[in-house]
């Protein structure tokens, strides 16, 4: 490989959510990287730093125009201007777009398990969390949807929007093209609004793509709004960086509104030029983080199947997070994840904090150095050994 995913990286210390832990911790749980971003990107915002003026930013004409040829080369999304609004990131995005599109009181129906902040930008905006859990099929290990439960609740006149994971976390599914179609077509008939979060959508395995929402259909493009970012594929979350895109010209406005209105639409000095670098010069880079984090899902893999044959790892797509079924385990109870912490220092989440489909799963970052998979697969064990010791 041209670049180095293998170094270990010290960011203790550092400010780190991730990372600030105890001593004899490993966290594998947030959803952000252990390797350095790609040497490009260090370059161009080494040179931005050397300038050493950081006033008041605008977005760049190279912003928009690294994204549109991003997302039509790598993903067959042809995108004009006028969509794309700049936004500090899509968490701040999905809690403006939740408080200007729909009003106190409606639901939001979401897909559970679920990233966790979903809920806290629906419950804390007081709006209804309307769950329409995935099915589980615990033999093939594999999550499809409940087309007679989410139809219903999508006919509910007070549901009004639909947050779409696409691709999925934390089950590492892609949608497949007639799935998206099939829910756009629903949303439309009951008037629901689609949000869809894609920000995972550039770490899918080697050789498979993901399909953007807003390319199913001319139905799925005018009556959805993306929400998308470089910084989970090159682990940039700190860069405070996402767009908007939004091609009905009437309900754009009506986002470019909300974002403005909650002042989170302004970048910073670094925020463009990261999004740039990434998008232009970064393609290598991400090619061959896909590949390792492949090999890390792998290994993975075998290692459970050997070692810890109680658990069994969700198959998955896309993401750089494992979904780990323990249910022979937890019988679907909570609470594995926290005991495996104190016992082991393994610091891994609870798949109940996704949604009550959750629980009795565990899900696990293996954006990291292989070192650090061995160490954690290692303490996994001696944490499912010592859960089974106290159960008896």
């Known amino acids: 490989m041209k670049y180095d995913f293998d170094t270990i990286v010290n960011r203790r210390g550092t400010t780190s959510l991730k990372w600030d832990v105890a001593e004899n911790e490993l966290p594998m749980w947030v959803a952000d990287m252990d390797f350095k971003t790609a040497p490009e990107i260090l370059e161009a915002l080494q040179e931005r730093l050397n300038h050493g003026v950081f006033g008041y930013s605008i977005t ?231 590949e390792y984090i492949s090999g890390n899902r792998k290994f993975v893999g075998d290692f459970i199947a050997k070692e810890i044959p109680q658990i069994h790892l969700v198959p998955s797509e896309a993401t750089y997070l494992l979904w780990l079924d323990c249910l022979e385990l937890t019988g679907g109870q909570a609470g594995l994840g926290k005991f495996i912490r104190k016992e082991t220092g393994l610091y891994i989440t609870d798949g109940v904090h996704y949604g009550k489909a959750g629980a009795g799963f565990l899900r696990m970052n293996v954006a990291c150095p292989r070192a650090l998979v061995e160490d954690g697969l290692q303490r996994l064990k001696a944490g499912v050994e010592a859960w089974e010791r106290q159960r008896k």
């Open 60 to 290: 760049p004409e190279e912003w928009y125009t690294s994204i549109i040829n991003w997302w039509k080369e790598r993903h067959g999304l042809v995108m004009e201007k006028d969509w794309l609004v700049f936004c500090t990131g899509v968490v701040p995005a999905l809690s403006s777009l939740v408080r200007k599109l729909t009003t106190p009181g409606e639901n939001v129906l979401i897909q559970t398990p679920v990233y966790n902040v979903f809920f806290n930008s629906i419950v804390n905006n007081g709006r209804n969390v309307l769950e329409s859990p995935l099915v589980y099929d615990r033999e093939s290990c594999s999550y499809s949807i409940d087309w007679q439960d989410l139809e219903k609740k999508l006919a509910d006149p007070q549901t009004t929007m639909m947050i779409l994971c696409n691709p999925h976390n934390p089950i590492g599914k892609i949608w497949e093209r007639e799935t998206l179609e099939r829910i756009g077509e629903l949303c439309a008939k009951y008037h629901v609004l689609v949000v869809s979060d894609e920000i995972h959508c550039d770490l899918t395995e080697p050789g498979r793509g993901y399909i953007p929402f807003a390319s199913v259909s001319e139905t799925c493009k005018n009556n959805s709004v993306t929400c998308i970012a470089v910084t989970k594929a090159f682990n940039l979350a700190g860069m405070q960086s996402a767009a908007v895109a939004v091609a009905d010209p009437f309900l754009r406005h009506k986002v470019w509104r909300g974002i403005n209105t909650d002042d989170v639409g302004e970048g910073n000095a670094f925020a463009s030029e990261a999004v740039i670098a990434a998008l232009t010069r970064g393609g290598d880079w991400l090619d061959e983080l896909r």
